[in-house]
């Protein structure tokens, strides 16, 4: 166990579902801050380091209790708003890309292209090599961030169609979307749905081309294979220190926790929103 004096945390569309029932207090998110305490025979941290990643309760106050298993090393000088983006959206993005095996030259369509998960994803599949990014997303007005992101063409899913098939779909809303995810697909393409929204697939589309549908959680990446989770974390820095990947967030002082959740529920954001706990 770590107590962890934050400086920024995340606030995304899970905050918003779990303020309907549930106290601030008792929620959870990802955190950036100091290690303050290390519990007994907890090995790997000590005072002073500045670390991240995702705590289940009472992430909003000025300390948390962190579990050495779900919290890393955040390195100096990358600012607390582009480190908390990283922490958790940046990891399921390139988890997500690396469960549906991407290649160079491909071709990949990211759903909520312009979300905290989103917007990195684009980044990463450049990164990585894709040759076409397609980035869907709910307006028309967020085609511009997400061309500066690095997607290649924008679409909106209210067109009837989204173009040239691609190899890889990436999706993070669920609902009707993961089926017109899979209607976007070449032969052969994999769709990965990172999202909690659900949906559901015909399978008799999947047989024909050869298409397939994996769910990805990086939580049970981490239960069960925290090795493979530990390497993408050092992928992510690297490439954060080469600004191959950039973070894109907005700001917001704790007091003005409610502005921040209603730009999240409205889909306004352009990247992850964060809000600052301390200096």
Same mark, same amino acid.
């Given at each position: 166990?770590?107590?962890?004096?934050?400086?920024?945390?995340?606030?995304?569309?899970?905050?918003?579902?779990?303020?309907?029932?549930?106290?601030?207090?008792?929620?959870?998110?990802?955190?950036?801050?100091?290690?303050?305490?290390?519990?007994?025979?907890?090995?790997?941290?000590?005072?002073?380091?500045?670390?991240?990643?995702?705590?289940?309760?009472?992430?909003?106050?000025?300390?948390?209790?962190?579990?050495?298993?779900?919290?890393?090393?955040?390195?100096?000088?990358?600012?607390?708003?582009?480190?908390?983006?990283?922490?958790?959206?940046?990891?399921?993005?390139?988890?997500?890309?690396?469960?549906?095996?991407?290649? @160079? $030259?491909?071709?990949?369509? &990211?759903?909520?292209?312009?979300? =905290? !998960? #989103?917007?990195?994803? /684009? %980044?990463?599949?450049?990164?990585?090599?894709?040759?076409?990014?397609?980035?869907?997303?709910?307006?028309?007005?967020?085609?511009?961030?997400?061309?500066?992101?690095?997607?290649?063409?924008?679409?909106?899913?209210?067109? @009837? $169609?989204?173009?040239?098939? &691609?190899?890889?779909?990436?999706? =993070? !809303? #669920?609902?009707?979307? /993961? %089926?017109?995810?899979?209607?976007?697909?070449?032969?052969?393409?994999?769709?990965?749905?990172?999202?909690?929204?659900?949906?559901?697939?015909?399978?008799?589309?999947?047989?024909?081309?050869?298409?397939?549908?994996?769910?990805?959680?990086?939580?049970?990446?981490?239960?069960?294979?925290?090795?493979? !989770?530990?390497?993408?974390?050092?992928?992510?820095?690297?490439?954060?220190?080469?600004?191959?990947?950039?973070?894109?967030?907005?700001?917001?002082?704790?007091?003005?926790?409610?502005?921040?959740?209603?730009?999240?529920?409205?889909?306004?954001?352009?990247?992850?929103?964060?809000?600052?706990?301390?200096?």
């Amino acid at each position: 166990m770590l107590v962890i004096r934050t400086e920024a945390v995340g606030v995304g569309v899970g905050l918003v579902r779990t303020l309907r029932d549930t106290p601030l207090e008792d929620a959870g998110g990802e955190i950036v801050g100091r290690v303050e305490e290390v519990a007994e025979g907890v090995a790997g941290f000590k005072p002073g380091d500045r670390v991240g990643g995702v705590v289940f309760k009472g992430a909003y106050a000025e300390r948390v209790i962190g579990m050495p298993g779900l919290v890393e090393h955040v390195p100096e000088g990358i600012e607390a708003g582009a480190a908390v983006a990283v922490v958790r959206g940046g990891l399921v993005a390139l988890g997500a890309l690396r469960a549906g095996e991407i290649r @160079a $030259g491909q071709s990949v369509l &990211v759903t909520a292209a312009a979300s =905290g !998960v #989103g917007h990195l994803a /684009v %980044q990463l599949a450049r990164a990585l090599g894709a040759a076409r990014i397609v980035a869907a997303v709910g307006s028309g007005d967020k085609a511009g961030f997400v061309r500066e992101c690095g997607a290649d063409e924008c679409v909106t899913y209210d067109e @009837a $169609g989204w173009g040239e098939q &691609v190899d890889l779909v990436l999706d =993070g !809303v #669920g609902g009707e979307l /993961v %089926q017109r995810g899979v209607d976007a697909l070449a032969p052969f393409g994999r769709l990965v749905a990172f999202s909690a929204g659900g949906g559901e697939v015909d399978t008799a589309r999947l047989l024909g081309d050869g298409r397939s549908v994996t769910g990805f959680a990086v939580g049970t990446w981490h239960r069960r294979r925290p090795g493979v !989770v530990d390497g993408w974390r050092r992928e992510l820095w690297d490439l954060v220190a080469e600004r191959r990947i950039v973070p894109r967030y907005a700001e917001f002082p704790l007091a003005e926790l409610d502005r921040a959740l209603g730009l999240v529920a409205g889909r306004g954001n352009l990247g992850r929103v964060v809000v600052r706990t301390g200096a």
